[in-house]
């Protein structure tokens, strides 16, 4: 089993920023790929950043790409998300998930076995 547990959310005026942290514990060596989701509300939930733990790969959703970096850090098992020149449309739930395998899309929810409880970001004009 894995747990995730998320921190750094908060409010920001446009073109702030913000950064997030996801923690992990457990069974942290079964982890293949985190990755950063989000769900604003009456919308569905889309992937926004993620990392490949035992590789060098990341990788971006075009909405943010340019704007947030994703990075790790193996001796704290967190994954860390730094968003930049925030916009308004960036505001929702921001989950972290993690993956005990490298099959199926990036951003399909469906694939990830493990998530956290999500921190809120709002980001006002």
């Known amino acids: 089993q894995v747990q995730l547990v998320e921190s750094g959310g908060g409010s920001v005026q446009a073109g702030g920023s913000l950064r997030l942290s996801c923690v992990a514990s457990?069974?942290?060596?079964?982890?293949?790929?985190m990755t950063w989701f989000r769900q604003a509300p009456g919308k569905e939930r889309e992937g926004v950043a993620g990392?490949?733990?035992?590789?060098?790969?990341?990788y971006f959703a075009d909405s943010v790409r340019g704007r947030f970096t994703v990075s790790q850090d193996n001796a704290k098992n967190t994954l860390n998300l730094q968003m930049n020149n925030l916009k308004p449309e960036d505001t929702a739930m921001y989950y972290c998930a993690a993956d005990t395998s490298y099959g199926g899309i990036w951003d399909d929810p469906g694939v990830y076995k493990y998530w956290g409880q999500g921190t809120q970001v709002t980001v006002s004009s």
């Open positions: 457990g069974y942290t060596d079964s982890i293949r790929r």
């Open positions: 990392i490949f733990t035992r590789a060098c790969g990341t």
